[in-house]
């Protein structure tokens, strides 16, 4: 299998590939929607690694961050990013795959039944995050959309890259910022 590298447009063969999209479905493991791999930092429990990457883009509006908390799903919680696109930070853009590296290493880390899952991917496949159904720019940014006339995945798909590379390496190398904070408080973190 060739190397695919991060933030490059890639095909994949159908055939070649696992794909995950919804969480109740086969894989459904490895979206960051799953709630069987909660996540801890700073004392607060995350549901899922979603919620917590979503609260992450608005460090400096705890009572925002509050909000993303107390929504019944990750679901929920990502479509609040609409309601305040001007909180984001400013350098959102370009900390979002480090902070995503960050938030995957956490989920590795923290939970053994996500590292068994990853286990069972076979060394000849790719991880694929289907968003054939999905719009915008983040569909082919974390995910691959399938043509059925060629039979490939066509898209950057960063998560699927993320999750390969921490199948094979068993941690992600991340840069982040300093001045990351949930509810007021820096995030203390290790590389």
Not at 48 to 76: N, T
Not at 96 to 114: A, H, W
Not at 172 to 187: A, E, R, T
């Amino acid at each position: 299998m060739s190397k695919k590298l991060l933030n490059e447009n890639c095909f994949y063969k159908e055939h070649e590939v696992i794909a995950f999209k919804k969480v109740a479905e086969e894989w459904g493991g490895f979206s960051n929607f799953s709630r069987e791999y909660p996540i801890v930092i700073n004392d607060v429990l995350f549901d899922c690694s979603e919620r917590f990457f979503q609260i992450l883009r608005y460090g400096e509006y705890p009572d925002f961050q509050k909000e993303f908390m107390e929504v019944k799903s990750a679901f929920w919680a990502k479509k609040l990013k609409h309601k305040h696109k001007e909180k984001i930070r400013r350098d959102w853009d370009f900390i979002s795959l480090d902070v995503m590296k960050y938030v995957l290493n956490e989920k590795y880390k923290q939970n053994k039944s996500f590292r068994l899952l990853l286990d069972l991917v076979p060394k000849n496949k790719y991880i694929v995050e289907d968003s054939t159904k999905l719009n915008g720019d983040s569909a082919i940014y974390w995910g691959a959309k399938f043509n059925k006339d060629k039979n490939v995945y066509e898209g950057i798909n960063n998560m699927g890259k993320l999750l390969m590379l921490l199948k094979n390496n068993g941690k992600l190398n991340y840069n982040l910022p300093n001045d990351l904070k949930i509810f007021g408080s820096k995030i203390t973190y290790s590389v």
